[in-house]
């Protein structure tokens, strides 16, 4: 490897085997920074969208809520708690981005109807904001609810075969789910997070 090749792949090595959430971030941004194929990166609005987990939280909540510029009633009812400051960020950025505009009645709202990593989709960055919402799930387990959760977990032995069907009934279940989401006709008023996990305990003979 050449100079440029060599500290692309070193940066590559430090986010791999990083230890904690910031060093993960750093080398990541790193990363980014050195990207050989600059056109691929994501604009630093869009990374930032990907980073934290309340810019989407907010762009569900303007569907939500009528929200103004006072974002105060936001934050007395968003969980887990975001400063004030932060949300004003996540509404501007937002705002860059063409997800949010005022209505004619002076009200926040959505521009979209969701958002999906599609152009923005890196693997690295997604996976670093599913972490967020992991943690978004051990918090809403641990917290007294003021409103009904469902927490389910199921630990099993099946076949490979069998383990394909179930895959493929969790990515119908998803594209189930977001079918009721889009249709729903009637005016929203709560955000909800659901997160899908499923994973080996057991590693493949021979590995």
Sequence with gaps: LDRKEAKYFETMVKLDQAKTAAARTAAM?????????PQHVLDSDAYEYYTHWYHSAMFAILDAMNVEDDLAPVQKRIFPKVPLGKLRDSLSLLERLGLARKNEDGFWKPTKESISSGPYNNAELVKQYQLQCFELSKLALITPPKMPTVMSTLTFSISSSAYKKLEAE?????????????????????V????LHLFPNLEPEGK
């Design 192 to 195: 909800y997070q659901m997160n």
């Design 170 to 190: 969790l990515q119908e279940f998803k594209t189930r789910a977001r079918r009721i989401i889009s249709e729903d006709a009637e005016k929203a008023d709560g």
């Design 29 to 37: 941004e790193d990363l980014l920074r050195q990207h050989p194929n």
